[in-house]
T-cell receptor
Framework: GENVEQHPSTLSVQEGDSAVIKCTYS??????FPWYKQELGKRPQLIID?????GEKKDQRIAVTLNKTAKHFSLHITETQPEDSAVYFC????????????FGGGTRVLVKP | DTGVSQDPRHKITKRGQNVTFRCDPI?????LYWYRQTLGQGPEFLTY????????KSRLLSDRFSAERPKGSFSTLEIQRTEQGDSAMYLC?????????????FGEGSRLTVL
């Protein structure tokens, strides 16, 4: 089955700096890659996603890149703010196989004011 | 709130007791998923339904776990003869099958503590 690895497990950045989280996946059939943000005690919420036919996607301060050949994808957060502090999870799924998400282990991001 | 709702939010039980969690998905969503999340880890897939049919179960789902979605709406997850290793957050998510992007909407979770 699919295996998703996520690095780093913790990331501390100064407010205004950029943060980058990297994930690799094992199943070349995976074609949908979402990123979820989970604040303490809250539900995971989708912040951005990308399909396998797209190399990059941006939404304001957040961007995701995908390298299908290398089977890795990354989340980039620019101009970080204290409210970006949370745990971020990458995931992968095969749309034709039920959209069952396989999650990475998570990255705890701390933005220091 | 018209999102995914779960009940109870917290459950403390003694080892060996049975527990049941309920999930009410977003009404127009035909797919419903159960995940388990332990502290510091990502959610792990347990099982999913399309309408009332249970289409896949993870190897993580031992014989003590059973899930149902009898009318294709709400779902229940029952754990029989609970063990301390069952302590975790049980997350429910719903989505619409057939969409290319496949976004899942999560509930707040049901936290289980087995003493």
């Amino acid at each position: 089955g699919e295996n998703v690895e996520q690095h780093p497990s913790t990331l501390s950045v100064q407010e205004g700096d950029s943060a980058v989280i990297k994930c690799t996946y094992s199943d070349s059939a995976s074609n949908y890659f979402p990123w979820y943000k989970q604040e303490l005690g809250k539900r995971p919420q989708l912040i951005i996603d990308i399909r396998s036919n797209v190399g990059e996607k941006k939404d304001q301060r957040i961007a995701v890149t995908l390298n299908k050949t290398a089977k890795h994808f990354s989340l980039h957060i620019t101009e970080t703010q204290p409210e970006d502090s949370a745990v971020y999870f990458c995931a992968a799924s095969i749309q034709a196989a039920g959209n069952k998400l396989t999650f990475g282990g998570g990255t705890r991001v701390l933005v220091k004011p | 709130d018209t999102g995914v709702s779960q009940d109870p939010r917290h459950k403390i039980t003694k080892r060996g007791q049975n527990v049941t969690f309920r999930c009410d998905p977003i009404s127009e969503h035909n797919r419903l998923y159960w995940y388990r999340q332990t502290l510091g880890q990502g959610p792990e897939f347990l099982t999913y339904f399309q309408n009332e049919a249970q289409l896949e179960k993870s190897r993580l789902l031992s014989d003590r776990f059973s899930a149902e979605r009898p009318k294709g709406s709400f779902s229940t997850l029952e754990i029989q003869r609970t063990e301390q290793g069952d302590s975790a957050m049980y997350l429910c998510a719903s989505g619409v099958g057939g969409r290319v992007t496949g976004e899942l909407f999560f509930g707040e979770g049901s936290r289980l503590t087995v003493l």
